[in-house]
């Protein structure tokens, strides 16, 4: 029988494909040959300011469609993985 209005068991299906993703994602950046991971890192630590400033520029309405997009798909699939 399903679990429902578990809340907790959504969040943490979410978290584990959110992972399973990353993962394969970080698998198909391990088959190419370039390495910059830790240049993008780096700009995100150190150099936050130009970065919000380069997305600030570069930001429409479709930058904002595809953000809730996410957003409901995310939480549709924690939802429905709940029950």
Same mark, same amino acid.
């Given at each position: 029988?399903? $679990?429902?209005?578990? $809340?907790?068991?959504?969040?943490?299906? #979410?978290? $584990? #494909?959110?992972?399973?993703?990353?993962? +394969?994602?970080?698998? $198909?950046?391990?088959? +190419?040959?370039?390495?910059?991971?830790?240049?993008?890192?780096?700009v /995100?630590?150190?150099?936050?300011?130009?970065?919000?400033?380069a997305?600030?520029?570069?930001?429409?309405?479709?930058? /904002?469609?595809? +953000? #809730?997009?996410?957003? /409901?798909?995310?939480?549709?699939a924690?939802?429905?993985?709940?029950?």
């Open positions: 029988m399903p $679990v429902r209005d578990n $809340v907790g068991l959504g969040l943490l299906a #979410a978290l $584990v #494909a959110g992972l399973v993703a990353c993962g +394969i994602y970080g698998a $198909v950046r391990g088959g +190419i040959e370039r390495e910059v991971g830790w240049a993008a890192t780096d /995100f630590l150190n150099e936050f300011g130009p970065l919000t400033e997305w600030n520029e570069g930001k429409d309405a479709m930058t /904002f469609l595809f +953000i #809730a997009l996410a957003t /409901f798909a995310a939480f549709s924690a939802k429905k993985s709940a029950r």
